[in-house]
């Protein structure tokens, strides 16, 4: 159960069940924020991932949402804020990753990207700025947001707006709220890949390694807690997004 006494600083994070959102939730926790840690499908592990974060001596509680439903979406904030109290950090980090290029690839497939990946993340930003009274929101995009392959086209789409939807609420919701982004490069190999995918792809890169989830952590807790940041984008690729 938690235990916030409502003077500790809350944060929602999506997908926070595995990979890089549970590390997010792990990083948060121990730098003193109570985590509502949201997941969709993977209950069993997020209820894993709360209790690694007691054992480290830290405060966390689970919300299922499908963040596919705009409806069920709308009532994450307030089911936060029934649990908590408060609510200072959004950090959107949930994600659907599918192939599809412009020529082929079905509506359906538009429709997922851009319902998970785009519209669950304003309505959550919305439902932020109309509850909270201060805080801070990141975004998770992808370092392919600079570049226009096409390969996962509706992918790639939903995040470069996700992008531009930063910026735009950096400056709607400003001075309460602070909006910044996170783009990271080769981080983990999608779930469907073994981890040798990423030896190939890693060589392009300038740093020629690929990051760690605690790398994203670190650069989502620092645009959190640095009160001078609105708007902007860390590309914590490597430096792949320059090539
Ligand atoms: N992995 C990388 O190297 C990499 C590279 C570039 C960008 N990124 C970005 O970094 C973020 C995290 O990446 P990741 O690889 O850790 O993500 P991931 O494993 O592909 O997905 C994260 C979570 O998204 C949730 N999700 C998917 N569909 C959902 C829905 N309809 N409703 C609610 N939740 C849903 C899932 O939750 P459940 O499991 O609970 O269903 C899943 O665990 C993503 O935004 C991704 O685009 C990652």
Not at 8 to 34: D, F, M, N, P
Request: charged letters at 20%.
């Amino acid at each position: 159960m938690p235990k916030n006494n409502r003077t500790q600083k809350v944060a929602l994070v999506t997908g926070g069940a595995k990979r890089i959102g549970e590390a997010v939730c792990r990083a948060l926790a121990r730098s003193g924020y109570s985590i509502a840690l949201h997941y969709s499908t993977s209950g069993v592990e997020a209820e894993q991932a709360a209790k690694r974060i007691y054992k480290e001596g830290g405060v966390c509680a689970t919300f299922a949402c499908d963040l596919a439903d705009a409806h069920a979406t709308e009532d994450l904030v307030p089911c936060v804020l029934e649990e908590f109290g408060r609510l200072d950090a959004l950090v959107n980090s949930a994600s659907i990753f599918e192939k599809s290029t412009l020529a082929e690839g079905s509506l359906d497939v538009w429709d997922r990207h851009f319902a998970v990946n785009l519209k669950a993340p304003y309505v959550l930003m919305r439902s932020f700025a109309h509850y909270a009274k201060q805080g801070s929101i990141v975004n998770i995009l992808d370092t392919h947001v600079s570049r226009s392959k096409t390969t996962y086209a509706a992918y790639l789409l939903s995040k470069k707006t996700l992008g531009e939807l930063t910026k735009m609420a950096a400056v709607e919701f400003a001075p309460r709220i602070r909006v910044n982004a996170v783009a990271p490069g080769i981080i983990l190999p999608p779930a469907s890949q073994k981890s040798g995918y990423l030896d190939r792809l890693v060589r392009q890169v300038p740093l020629q390694r690929k990051g760690s989830v605690e790398n994203i952590a670190h650069a989502v807790l620092f645009l959190l807690e640095n009160d001078y940041v609105t708007g902007q984008v860390i590309f914590e690729d490597g430096g792949e997004h320059l090539i």
